[in-house]
């Protein structure tokens, strides 16, 4: 085509005004040309289409709305935040109610497996836990803060804890008298609970099983018969608490009750520091840890469910109870393994104490808040300040001024007790601890250095009440009949084993003017071990134990090797100037004289229980009373 020709055909056309080209070169993406005298365009005409216009569309400008007259409020955040939560509550009970439909499907289908290493089966749960917790949500508006409760588990038939007990029949007489040798023995050292004596072992059982196969685990004369019931107990500990995440009264009092006697139940560890947290975290759960709010707190709009609205009820006094035993197991835990502070003291603690030392249910609750009021002073001693650096352990010397203060205190603490509570040997125990501690700190405590030798004279004097209070302890100790023994908690085996760790730094401190002959004459630390063998030998034989067949034996029946393994590391841990045939004359006889040679040698021993053996060592070669009067620090002999 000439180009002349193709510049007179463009400009023949012209193109289509914005949004009216026709369908074909709107559908094909192409710049359509309108054909000057033609009723179609350039494109459909070449192409032989048909030339469809384009629909008419009317534009319609756009109005702005007028302004209303008063512009509304934006809702409060809590308003906001309450519909959001609204929304995550729905969400949440509609899955529970998912997953209890699951549950009951699966439950019909599949039948109860068998637990390892118990005598007989202990059948599933045969609901999900997740269809009966339906999350209750609190806002606090003044603390800005948005409680999840967790509501009351509703009562279970039957329940999964009486299931898993029922494995141990016990009959009813020889349970009732194990029941009560708890009450007189177990509970008189350590009064964590309140058992009347109207409550039969077959009402506790159905009460509270899992309390009850605790406290038939620790009354058993059958070792054996104790060691299957551990595994039980471990059973519902890692299955019920730990992975269903049950939480009630009676697992806390069991696992508190588990805790404090744990040296029946251990193996080759000691797990008390990891079961006093459990109960910790099972006191935290249950919601018991603090006093009911007195304001009302906004809830969701859902309503409540029956058990979340008759929860609000004032503090009963076991719960009050139960707290501050929690309190108890933590300091008691604080005080033998060192790893794991005590429960933070709080007021709402504080009025738990004024309440149960007031002992209106039953005395016992009084020996309780005796024994609290006693380990507030002991941890005052040997935990760290918070302005402290953390990790130290070490408590540091105490002034004249504190000690004073310190055992005035305790004497306000004796004076006030009721008559039947002084004379529990547990009430005297903890008395004379708490003084040996104050009076212990005042050794650490470095003696000024001056002309008339009052501060030496001073020491002196400390040095005399120490060891007075060890011996007024071990009094105490003898005077407890052997069947009283077996209640014995870790708390009070640990003071035994510091005790013979302070009668051994007496026994041996090198100190001007300190007779080292009258120390052993008044208090050998050998002999006191000796007589310790002899009666733990007797304690089987009085109160009827049978020790179990296989290498694993009970508490009373390795208790004899513990203490020949402290004899044995305290003749390891004389000093060179010190000979022990001569300071100590029955120091190779006994019942651990095989681990003397013909020289007067300590022979190599495998101690028993190498955590018993860190910690006496521990507190034998750590910084103690040793200054002289330049105040220069002689450490023990190592």
Known sequence: MPPGSIVGAS???SPAPYGQACVGCSRAKCKCFYRSGGTDCERCHRLGKTCEPAPTVRKRKARTPPPPP???????????????????????????????????TESQRHTPQSMQGTPTSHSDSTSSMAGRVNPDIVLDTAASIVHILRPETPPMSPSPILEDVSVHQIPDRIAEEQLDTFRRVFLSTFPFVHIPTTTRAAD???????LWLVIMALTTNMVAQQFAMAETLWHIISRRIVSQHLADLDLLLGVIAFASWSHYFKKDKP???MISQLAVSLAFELDIHHDIPTKTLRRSRFPLPVQQSARRHPRTLEERRTILAVFHLTSSTWATYRKTEPLRWTPYLDDCLRVLSEGRETYLDALLAMQV?????????TCSSPDEMAGAEDPKALSAVLSTALLRQLGNIRQTLPAEVGSQSSAKFYLLYTELKIRESLLGRPSPPDQTGLSHFQRLQDLESALSTVERWLAAYWEMPLTDWVGMTVDIFTQFMQYF????????LDEPGWDLQEVRRRANVFEIIDRACENVDRVPVVTGMVDA???RSGLFFKMNCILRDIKALFLAEMPPDIQPDTAFPNANSGADANGINDNGELMDF???????????QENILGPGWNFRPDNSYVPFAT
Request: proline fraction near 8%; glycine fraction near 2%.
């Open 11 to 13: 400009a023949s056309l």
């Open 70 to 104: 008063t512009q509304p409020l934006p809702p409060p955040v809590s308003t906001r935040l309450e519909e959001k939560l609204d929304d995550l509550v729905t969400l949440l009970r509609s899955q529970a109610a998912e997953k209890q439909a699951q549950s009951q």
């Open 204 to 210: 506790l059982r159905q009460q509270k099983p899992f």
């Open 271 to 273: 797990f008390m520091s």
């Open 373 to 381: 009021k006693c380990q507030i002073i002991t941890n005052q001693l």
């Open 501 to 508: 760790v302070v009668l051994f730094k007496l026994s041996i």
């Open 549 to 551: 067949e296989g290498p």
């Open 606 to 616: 495998t101690f028993s229980d190498e955590f018993l053996l860190s910690m006496l």
